[in-house]
Structures are given as structure tokens and as C-alpha cells.
């Protein structure tokens, strides 16, 4: 018994579709994603040039924190979760998530926890500002009172994700329609059930790891108090057990959608299927044995040194394969160069420049002098920002015309996608060489020699921000005026989200398609 | 800034300022520093060749992917009425581009252990100096010579905040540089006091976190006499940014003489402990401490941050004498306040606390003597 979505505001709070709730993930990212750029604008605004102009060294430091946290857990993370609300149980043939009604509770405990976390701002003694990383005892001993409040917006974050996940995991392995076997999946559907088992098998110790903070500061434990008999390395050890499982989730869903979107702008199909999934699952079984390359200079002992450096070295090969995977893709395919496309060979090839200086920082001896610069900065928004975020913009270019049933205007996706590639190169990449000359990350204020690389990323980032503005435009212009898109929309799309209506209709796959 | 601005649109010109001017170029690289220092140790120049035969191996991956990439958007363009293949599986090529990475990390790995194993090797060192963090200063201890003092920013704050032009080691200057000979194996032992730090000097091709409980090791074998500038490089709070490190390489003879200076100097420091001062003479040393100690948290008005660090207008600054000296000796635990007792001298501890009860309005018109400090320490 098919029937529409409910009136109003009840529509949105009580819902239990998964193409409502996959929008409100959606927006609720875009609105963190804003909120974060303007941080990040505050921090390039003070660090444009050298001495302290605009702000405090300690807002500053509360800046890079919440710049940070919002990105990683407001805006990527959601993002995905959204795309994956939309599209998964479209391109399997099911009616709808496993669990609607744990999915309506992860997405609305989100908001909660970042108006939670943006609060922290207006309360005595200013929001965190021990970095996203938190290292104790500078988060413990010396944190502001705002701790807590953070402390608990991860353990709901935390929440979120979990059930998120385990929701994805139940309707992967049960509610494909029949005939799709698991090799038959589409690779976004298969990293992302890689994923949940990442999401499921780490969020617990970030959960665990923010606890046993808040003992230390609240119940008088000493878990990372040196003078208590605590260990301080311990947390990062915790930490990065967490933390690089987690750069991971970042990076599978948008392997997922590029495996997507080349095929069907080069009119060929994907090359090496196969060797795709088995190389992101064995991303992620690497991902659970490197993390101490985030922690070269800590003082291990050497064997320790060198097991972390092969490990990372190691995650190359699969990465490689993927890359190879979308160019032997292209290669004699007959490519058009819609918005989607251009964003897609935009990841292949920076989140490629993102890689390659990560097998320099996996170096160990290198990492030395890598470590904690801005080499690492230009690193990790390489992968990050041309890499998840560039994926999560040309996903939403390329199935926007089947969430809304109307085309976004190709003209203006072009100029975005062209204001957004210069303003990021000229932001990030003058990082390598200001890193690479040695300034440290995380300071408001720095030598001479290091002005003119900042005035340059300080100015990319500027353009970059209102290339962003211009993005929400093309959407709400897409809503409102689009012309009328084909339920196929693009000329070789596959799959079974394309053999439905566009927009697709608030039920779909009532009855299971077939699967030939 | 505007300077800069036009230097940056110079830039943006720059193929014509290549052609007319090769001189101003060269000046041009040299200004822009855009790669890692190759330093002056052993270990700083093998790390540098490792970085530089990475980064021409990621070089030489970038131009075979890229260029195949490019070669097929020019070519195989719909556009140019191509009919797309339909290729998508060969098991012999998955081999290949898997083995051949693999046998490239390979070769990377060899020379990377090499290096790795030889810079764990702190063994046989003939100097050792303990390195401690503290927010926001460096304290250098020299194991075998009864020596140790601290070392601070000495940038003037109002290069900071605008008032002044940049001095030319901006933010990279100190007030007591750690001093080392050349041509000498020193062994670094890093540890914190608070939270965790990192000891940083691009040069020597030394990082190494600096965390409370912990003591890390490293090592270097200077070169070349000079001074060398660094940075902490872990977040550890407000003042992160303005803790640099300076270190200067003598030739052995002068490192000599300059230990033995150094000795004299803090001989006469513990000597000042028994002389009696005028209160003029405390508040104006006071003040300078403040400065120097106490202003990065309680501003240097004492009106503090609000909400982090307490103002000391009112307060303790104008209760007991003891309550006042007790939080700057013992410091107050759990809190950004650390323990002064043994980071200041008792003339510095008794010039501070004489000043702030009689500074901003305080006016308590007490003064503390150092042998007061002295005394109050022994009881304590
Ligand atoms: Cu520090």
C-alpha cells in the first residue's frame, strides 16, 4: 500500500524513509560544511600575514579544533551517510533501509551534538582548543571546562554513526532484491558495507577513549596523567587505533562513487570490478595496522618504527590499483566531460598528489621532518578535500537530476567546478613548500620567510569558500527552475536507480526488480 | 602588506620577470624557501636524500599516470567521434600494476631502514643535555656540568601586535640559546613538565616529542659552527606558536669558555639570595619578570583571560604574603599555574611577587625579600 509523505514538519521529524532522511543528512552536512569553511576562513584570514591582526592565539587554536571536528564528523561523515541513505537501498532493489526507524534516530541525535559542540564557543574559557586530535593532557589537565560538553558530543556522534552503520550493514545483507549477488553490487554499495564494518569496529574506542578522558578529569582516575602513573602516548596510541580506520571511511564511499560515475561518462565499464573490491577490502584490514605512522616522533622502539612504516608503505599497492582501475577505465572509452566527470578525474588525479606525499610521510626517517608541518596540512586536505569532498559534490551533480527529477544547469556546475579546482590548488599546494620549509601546524602567527606561501593559500581559500556559495545556487536553482531531467538522465547510466521515475517516487522497489 | 601584495602579482607575471632579469631571479628562489633545509649533521643530509629520492620517484609515477590519463581525455574524447571499447578485465595486467609498485616500495624501503637504524643509535654521546618543555619555554640541563637554565621568546610583543617592524628572526629568537660544540656527539634527553611539546631543529634533522613521564632520546653531530633555529612543533596550547628553540654550535674551545662564563654567572645569581634590595630595585626587576613569566597567561596589565587565567588585580596579589608566594613557588596543581620554585630564581620569585602586590592599583606596599623566598622554601 503505497502512500505519500505526511504534511509539514511531522513529515520531516517522524520520518522513516530513507530518501527523506537521506536529505536531511544532506543538508544538515552542507549547513556543518558552511559552518566549518568559516572557520577555516577565520584561521587563513589571520594567517594571511605574519603577526597576530585578527584574533587571540587561544580562539585561534579554538578555530583549527572545531574546523576540524566539523569537517570530519559534521560535514564529510554525514555526507556519505546521506548518499548512502538515498542510493543504497536504490541500487540493490529495496524498498527502503532495514531499519527505518533507528535510521529517523541516527540522523536527528546529530543535530543535538553540534549544536552541543558550537555551544562550547559562548561558555566561559572558549570551546576546546587542544586541535581535532585532542592529545592529552593538554584535552584533561589543562582542557577548558568545555571539555565535557565535547566529550559528550562525540559519545552521540558516536551513537549516530554506529547505528548508521550497523542500519547499512543489515540492509546490504538482507534486503537485496534477488539475482544480486554480491559480486553483482555496484562498488558504491560495496564500500560502503566495508565501511560500516569500519564505522562499527572503531567508533567504540573513540567512544571508549573520550570516557576514559572524562574520568581522568572528572572522577580523578589517571589513565593519561603522568604524575598519577598514566602514560600520555597510550591516548595517542587509542587515538590513531581509532583515527586512521577513520581517514579510511573518509576515503571507501568516495572510491565507491568514482567507481560510479568514470564508467558511465567514459561509456565503458568499470575495468577490474573484481580487483576493486578486493583491493578497498584489503584497505581496510590495512588500516587497522598503521596507525602509529601518525606517531613517528613519539619515541617508539625501532622494530616498532619500521613494522608501522612497511605497513603504510603496504597500503600503496591497493591504492595504486584502484587509481590504475579508473585510468585503464578511461583509456579508449569515449568520454564526455559533464560537471560529475570533471569533478571525478579531479579525485583521480589530486587525491593521486594526495597519495603519492603520503608515501613520502610514511617514510619514517622523512617523517621527522614532515611531521606535524604544514606538509602534513597539504597532505591530509589533499586526500581530504579533492578526495572525500570533491567525490561527495560530484555524486551529488550526477544523481541530483533523480533525487529532484530536474536537471542542475551544466554552466554553471562547470564554473563551479573550475573556481572550486583553482581556489583548491592555490590554497593547498603552497602548503607542501611552506611545510617543507618549516613551519609547524597549528600556529596563528610566523616567520617571514614563510609569508609569501600563506598569503597565496590565504587568498585560494577565499575563492574557494565562494565557489562553495555559488554550489548551493546551482542546487536550489536545480530544485526550483531545472528543466525536466529523462528517468535515465544520462546517455550510458547503469543500474537500478536509473530504471526508476526521476524524481524517483517516495517508494521505490515496492516489489523487487529483476535482476538479469 | 601592500609590499607583498606586489610581490605576489609580480609573481603571478612571473614568466616576463624570468626573462629580463636572471639576477632577481636567483634572489627571488632564495627568498622563497620551498624545500626541506639539508642541514648540518650526518643525519639531517641522509634524511634530505631520502626526502629527494621520494619525491623524484613520485615525480616519475605522476608523469606515467597523469600522462596516460592525459593522452586518453585529449584522445579518446566522444567529441572526436571515438566509439568507446568495451574492455574491463585483465587479470595479467592487475598482476603487473600490482608488482611493479610493490617492487618500487621495495627499493624505497632499503635505504629508509638503513637510515632509521643508524639515527636510533644514540650510543657513545660525550655531552648530554636534558631538554624539558614547559608552556611556553625551553629548559636546557647539562648532565655532567651543574648547569641549566631556561629558555625564552625573546620577540618584543609589540613586533606581535604590529606596533614595531619584524625584527629579522622574528618569532625564532630566544634570550639564552642552548649552546653545543661542533664536531661533538650530543645526546638530547626530552622530556616535559606539563603537557606535550616537541623539540625541532630542521638542521640537524632532530623532532622529537617532548611528553611528561617520558624521556626520548636523540642525537646530533653539528658540522658546521652557527646558529640554528627551530620550533616547537606539538600543539601545547595558547602560546605554541612562541616557543622557538636557538641553538648555537662552537667550536670546541669557545664552548669551553663559554661553560665557564656560564657557571660564574649563576654563582653570582645564588649570591644575590643573601643581599637585601630596596623595594624600587624589586619592583623594577619585578616588573620584567612579569613580562617575561607571567604575562603570556595574566596579560601584562594583570587583568588575565577571562574565564582561563584569573586576573591578579585583588585576589591573592593582596592577601598573605605566604598564599601569594605559595602558588608562584609550588604552583597550583592541575592547572595551567605551574610551579615556579625551581624555574625562577629567588630574587626573580621574591622581584614578582613584590611587584604584583604593588602594581595595577594593588598597592600593598609590602615587599619581599629573596631570602624570604629562600626561607620560605625550607619551611615549605
Ligand atoms: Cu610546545
Redesign the pocket.
Known sequence: MAHGPAKGLSRWLFTTNHKDIGSMYLWFSFAMFIIGGIFALVIRAELFEPGMQIVDPNFFNQMTTLHGLIMVFGAIMPAFVGLANWMLPMMIGAPDMALPRMNNWSFWILPFAFFMLLSTLFMPGGAPNFGWTFYAPLSTTYAPESVTFFIFAVHIMGASSIMGAINIVATILNMRAPGMTLMKMPLFVWTWLITAYLLIAVMPVLAGLVTMMLMDIHFGTSFFDAAGGGDPVLFQHIFWFFGHPEVYIMILPAFGIISAIIPTFARKPLFGYSSMVYASASIAFLSFIVWAHHMFTVGMPIAGELFFMYATMLIAVPTGVKVFNWVATMFRGAMTFETPMLFSIAFVILFTIGGLSGLMLAIAPADFQYHDTYFVVAHFHYVLVPGALFSIIAAVYYWLPKWTGRMYNEILGKTHFWVAFVGLNVTFFPMHFAGLAGMPRRIPDYHMMFADWNMISSVGAFIFGASQILFLYIVLDTIFRGKKATDRVWENSEGLEWTVASPAPYHTFSTPPEIK | MLKRARRLWAWLLAPAVLMTSYQAMAEEVERWKFNMVEGVTPVSREIYGLHMQMFWWCVAISVVVFGIMLYSMIMHRKSRGVKAANFHESTALEIVWTAIPLAILIAMAFPATKSLINLYDASEAEIDVVIT?Y??RWRYDYLDEDLSFFSNMSTPRDQIEGFEPFGPHYLLEVDEPLVIPVDTKVRFLITAAD????WWVPAFGVKKD?IPGFINESWAIVEEPGIYRGQ?A????RD?AF?PIVVEALPKEEYQAWLQEKRAEQEAVRQLTEQTFEFEELYDRGRQVHTQWCAACHRPDGTGVSGIFPALIGGMAVGPVEDHLNIVVNGSRGTAMQAFGDQLSEVDIAAVVTYQRNAWGNNMGDSVQPIDVFNFKQND
Open positions: 618543555g608552556q611556553w603537557v606535550i611539546h616537541s617532548a616547537c606539538e600543539l601545547c596550547g605554541h616557543m
